[in-house]
């Protein structure tokens, strides 16, 4: 990683949701995914990434709004790097806390984001203002407030979808795989043991499991691993009971993939999170 790269991370008791505001030069991260919602906006330099299938490049003022499992990576291409800040919301928070302010919201729907980027001048002013509050630690009142008003003008850009479930779109034989891999994330699974369970060869496995997900069947799973080991870390476990417990070999095997996708070691992670010392 460049040496001029730092990132600052804090987690509100409260809400559990993450702030972080970092900086880059070059190679940012790998692709991966959260299992939150991420909003956030582009502070200085050009950002720019891949997600749902497309390259965005986003500029200073700019509104990034990612989905739980969306795919991304980043990296920053010009002399100085950029700049960001994002929030990582948990589903269930944002979707108990928009409920209020939406009259009919309807039953078995999921939140989703209408675009990746947005120019909302409005949208980017309140990520700010609610990413000061939370990452700073200010009282409780003046939190929920900024909470209030980023929520507010979040709903433009909230739609609602089916939640997810059996899909028409997706191959089959990629969401069978995709089943296969939740149930067995410890089992350490082959290609050719995944191949075999699904009836089929390892090669058209790859090439469907891709064109559904982006990631092949072995990047899905060690992002699997790294989603279950981020929500242990954040509960005190120590990055090697987290790494015993999710299936990784040993503590430095989670260590070199955290990094690659976080840019945080995992115990600077369960520190972060947890105030519990290394």
């Known amino acids: 990683m460049h040496t001029a790269n730092w990132v600052d991370f804090s987690r509100d008791q409260d809400t559990g949701i993450e702030s972080i505001r970092a900086h880059f030069e070059g190679h940012a991260f ?23 299938r497309e390259r965005h490049v986003s500029t200073p003022g700019r509104v990034i709004l990612l989905e739980p499992g969306e795919v991304h990576d980043g990296v920053g291409p010009e002399p100085g790097g950029f700049t960001y800040r994002l ?13 209020g302010l939406f009259e009919q919201a309807p039953p078995r729907h999921e939140i989703a984001f ?5 120019d909302d001048s409005s949208l980017a002013h309140a990520i700010g203002s609610a990413f000061e509050a939370l990452h700073t630690g200010d009282i409780r009142m003046a939190r929920q407030a900024a ?17 997810s479930g059996p899909s028409l779109i997706m191959p089959s034989l990629a969401r069978r795989a995709q089943e296969y891999l939740h149930d067995h994330m410890m089992d350490d699974p082959g290609l050719d043991d995944l191949a075999a ?12 499991f891709k064109a559904a997900f982006g990631l ?3 990047a899905y799973l060690v992002q699997l691993r790294l989603a279950r ?13 987290a790494a015993a417990a999710v299936g990784f070999a040993d503590q430095s095997h989670l260590g070199r993939w955290f990094r690659r996708a976080y840019a ?15």
């Open 30 to 52: 790998d692709p991966h995914w959260h299992d939150t919602y991420a909003v956030g906006l582009t502070e200085q330099g050009v950002q720019r990434f891949h997600a749902r």
């Open 197 to 208: 369970a699904l009836g089929t060869d390892r090669f058209r496995l790859s090439r469907a």
């Open 216 to 218: 092949a069947p072995h």
């Open 114 to 118: 209408a675009a990746t980027l947005s």
């Open 264 to 278: 945080l070691t995992p115990a600077q992670y369960r520190r972060l999170c947890s105030k519990l010392p290394d």
């Open 87 to 99: 929030l990582y919301l948990d589903p269930q928070w944002l979707s108990r806390a928009l409920v």
């Open 229 to 241: 080991a981020r929500r242990l870390l954040a509960g005190g476990f120590s990055p090697a009971d």
């Open 147 to 163: 909470l209030d008003r980023l929520l507010d003008r979040l709903t433009r850009h909230v739609s609602w979808r089916q939640q």
